[in-house]
């Protein structure tokens, strides 16, 4: 959210997250980038629920616990929850696919970090709920972003 209303002044961003504590972070960090966001805390999309929106960004948490079991240490310091995204990766995405159609005005976009081995699986959750689907590399070449429209 820090960055988007950073690099796109003019938007109107909205910040959520399910931990207030994360949000006192990020409302602090918008302060010191002196930034715009309104911080709403709740449960994934409740915070939005009822509006219309042009784009929806998001990071969710996308790791598998597998994949998690062998993170290096440091990872370990901060909320599990800021990670394991269920036993596959992929349940916030599905999540996602269920929740946020009625979020995106009629041309709106989501727009969703990806783990870089995820987007044949995340495609494939987006297209069966009837979304089209466009995927984008990191700067090392991996698939790390998946537009949904």
């Known amino acids: 959210a820090i960055s988007m209303a950073h690099y796109y002044p003019q938007a109107e961003?909205?910040?959520t997250?399910?931990?207030?504590?994360?949000?006192?972070?990020a409302r602090e960090n918008a302060e010191r980038l002196g930034v715009s966001v309104q911080w709403r805390q709740g449960d994934?999309?409740?915070?939005?629920q009822g509006e219309r929106w042009d784009y929806i960004v998001t990071n969710p948490p996308y790791v598998s616990a597998e994949e998690y079991s062998q993170c290096a240490p440091e990872i370990f310091r901060e909320p599990s929850m800021a990670f394991l995204g269920g036993q596959d990766g992929l349940d916030f995405y599905r999540r996602l696919a269920e929740e946020t159609r009625s979020l995106l005005n009629p041309q709106g976009k989501l727009l969703m970090e990806i783990g870089c081995n995820q987007a044949e699986a995340v495609g494939k959750i987006f297209q069966i709920k009837g979304f089209e689907t466009q995927v984008f590399p990191d700067l090392a070449g991996h698939d790390r972003v998946i537009i949904a429209r």
Do not use: R, T
Not at 17 to 25: C, F, G, N, R
């Open 13 to 15: 961003v909205v910040g």
């Open 44 to 48: 994934f999309v409740k915070p939005i």
């Open 17 to 25: 997250d399910l931990s207030q504590e994360a949000l006192e972070v």
